[in-house]
């Protein structure tokens, strides 16, 4: 089959795997959010944690953006702290994730428990099924994540979000060993999660790695490295392509292609070309215009998305996306003129 032909599923899986495509598929992290008219509307009266576990909400709005922005992608709406309670941890949202009791002794991180999550958070998964049967007719590809175990872990210790995540660093030497387990324990609850995931219909997963690019090098390749292998070695990667997602990555590149994912997605810090070369043969490469770019005129987002789509050409495939989560204050314009700019990519 010709790659002049592709559906969006199939264009989308073959990027991820660096098969021949005719372009790269486009899709926007936080596609479905507030920068939307329509999602604020479905958001209205609802805390964002009633709205996750409302499957006819959760259905609506991952699938706006398709019809509203032109994406060729549908991930679930939902959050990386989603299956946190389960593992006996009360948080909140106000807007970003507030844990009640921050956790920073051995004894806190092994009461962790690790559910089965189709019990825990079933809507999750019900919620999958039913976007799956919606988009089946449609060839467009269904994305499910979690967030990896040291971003998770960074919340659990802080408390809430940090600039810096000083509390966590602070654990990661003075008490290595109650770090261990608590990074021991989201790991084995991020399997099971994307692997229940992939089972509702998930055709791809991404791992949200945020905040791993805050470490060394060296502390990067002792505490995140081996939690990416693990989480890469469980999953069955001819099922769903692992996306590996972290901020800030210039000086972790290499580990980020060593760890068994498929493909590493990069935000606006890293060059493009770099990232693709170091990609080479290995892994595909996702990213990476900046959010803050879609501020600007349609020609210039245009040229933005030539010049990254040229940049990555030395990686096996490049899916086009921006570096980091669609703000807020993001204009609708600039994120169609974002996914047009895609289509119309030379092959
Ligand atoms: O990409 C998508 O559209 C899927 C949905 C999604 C959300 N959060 C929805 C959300 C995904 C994949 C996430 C991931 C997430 N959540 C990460 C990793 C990626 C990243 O953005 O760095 C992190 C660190 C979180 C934790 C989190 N959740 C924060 C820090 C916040 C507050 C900041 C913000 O954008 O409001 C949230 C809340 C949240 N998660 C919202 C949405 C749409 C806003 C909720 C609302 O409508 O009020």
Redesign the pocket.
Known sequence: MGAASLDPTERFLRACRGEPVDRPPVW???????YLPE?RAV?EGVS?LE?CRDVDRTVEVSLQPLELVGTEAV???????VPVPGMGVELD?A???VIEAPIRTLLQAEALCVPDPRESVPYVFESLRRLRAELATRDIPLLG?A?APF?LAA?LVEGS?SNDFNALKRMMFRTPQVLKVLLARLTEMVCAYLQAQIEAGAQAV?L?D??AGLLSPRDYQEWVLPTHRQIAAKLDHSRAPLIL?V?DSSHVLDFMVESGVDVISVDWRVEMAEAARKAGQKVSVQGNLDPCALQAAPEEIAARVREISEAARAARGHILNLG???L?DTPVEGVRAFTAAAKALAP
Do not use: E, N, V
Request: aromatic fraction near 28%; hydrophobic fraction near 40%.
């Open positions: 926007l992290m936080r596609q479905a959010g507030r999602y958001r964002f709205m991930i679930l709406f939902s959050d990386i702290f949202f807007p970003g994730p994540f967030g971003t919340y979000g991404q949200f945020t905040w997602y901020k980091h989560g669609c807020p």
